[in-house]
């Protein structure tokens, strides 16, 4: 083969789309590399992170677009993921490509509960994940995920630093205070203190090498939502809300903090939305309202990820220690939230787009 059909394999590749993006692998500068032997066609493709949900289609694509140009060529893809600068706090976590932090305005909307279904459906899809309960006040995450008696293990290190090993369950590993105090023992520290312990369980964990890492943070904009922010080369961050009327300005003072401390918002996602009995499935009770969360996405010019209705299914895997994504009996909930998570990181991928544009400033807070 010759370099007049390298050429013509280069045009067709290049003219594959990437969807989240809404450019063609040629416009990413995407492709790395294209080998040609006797039969056989290895194209290279960098692609902006995380790759787990497109990496299928794309491979797909590019084999026929090639075997248009080269019919009955044994053609390989590999696809490596671009490096992705941070602009801020570049040494914290560096072993972890995307920190995504789950935040609401109000207490009780279900961070934990879409922090947890979405840290397994991400685990499901083969990433590697981490979760961080960074709610010290009242830690929901070791029994979300059925280890509430574990403790965490910890080693000294040769510089005398103690290391905490997270828990792993369903792929996850999970690092909360849960692990290391009492329940009520947390809810009598005080704010400084606090933060000061949620510091240490940030960098003293022993994550290993991660793709996500999911904070899930207590309600509002107190003390650790600012430590998290301040410290933590943060990707972006998720709003829950449930739908009311009186959601929406503590979703906006939520979204505005995280705005000010330039943190990415990565969507609005609705929970609790409605409630359909699984007797009559004809009908549906908007429980708390409707649209409310729709409504605080369009106002605050942020992506709506999608609504989750209020399922049994739900609430019982929380208490029993089995994100209900992973329950094949509550398949449609299930595939609700993975369609949500599978939109979370394509927001994720915009992000990236967007900072690989950008000149990259080293800027140390
Ligand atoms: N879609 C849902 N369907 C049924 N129950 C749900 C749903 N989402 C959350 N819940 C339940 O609502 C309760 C509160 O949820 P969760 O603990 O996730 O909220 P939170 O926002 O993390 O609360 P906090 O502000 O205290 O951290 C839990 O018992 C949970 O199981
Ligand atoms: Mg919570």
Do not use: C
Request: proline share 6%.
């Amino acid at each position: 083969m010759n370099q007049l059909v390298e050429t013509q394999i280069r045009e067709a590749v290049g003219q594959v789309a990437d969807n989240d993006l809404g450019f063609t692998l040629a416009e990413l500068n995407a492709i790395s590399n294209i080998q040609l032997s006797d039969n056989a066609i290895n194209v290279y493709l960098e692609l902006i992170p995380p790759v787990h949900w497109v990496a299928q289609t794309i491979d797909q694509r590019v084999k026929q677009a090639v075997a248009a140009i080269a019919p009955g060529s044994q053609i390989t893809v590999f696809v490596r993921e671009k490096e992705v600068p941070r602009l801020a706090n570049a040494g914290v976590l560096p072993n972890v490509s995307q920190l995504i932090a789950v935040a609401s305005g109000k207490g009780g909307v279900g961070k934990s509960t879409i922090a947890a279904n979405l840290a397994a459906a991400l685990a499901q899809k083969g990433a590697r994940v981490g979760l961080l309960d960074a709610d010290i006040y009242g830690p929901s995450q070791p029994t979300m995920f059925g280890m509430a008696d574990e403790q965490m293990r910890a080693e000294k290190t040769e510089d005398g630093r103690v290391l905490g090993f997270p828990n792993e369950q369903y792929g996850v590993k999970v690092a909360s205070i849960g692990f290391v105090m009492e329940r009520d023992q947390a809810a009598i520290m005080r704010g400084p203190m606090l933060a000061g312990y949620f510091t240490t369980l940030v960098e003293q964990i022993a994550w290993g090498e991660l793709d996500f890492l999911v904070f899930d943070l207590p309600p509002g904009t107190g003390d650790i939502q600012l430590t998290l922010t301040q410290k933590i080369p943060l990707t972006g961050a998720v709003m829950v809300t449930t739908p009311q009327e009186i959601s929406l300005a503590d979703v906006r003072r939520s979204i505005s903090m995280f705005r000010k401390v330039n943190v990415d918002i990565l969507g609005v996602i609705e929970n609790m939305s409605y409630f359909i009995p699984p007797d009559m499935p004809e009908k549906r009770y908007d429980i708390f309202g409707r649209g409310g969360g729709k409504m605080a996405a369009l106002q605050a010019n942020v992506p709506f990820l999608g609504e989750v209705p209020l399922t049994l299914g739900t609430r019982s895997g929380g208490d029993e220690g089995m994100p209900v994504v992973l329950n094949p009996d509550d398949f449609s909930q299930g595939q609700l939230l993975r369609e949500i998570t599978a939109s979370v990181v394509s927001q994720v991928r915009k992000v990236n787009l967007k900072k690989m544009e950008q000149p990259v400033v080293q800027i140390t807070l």
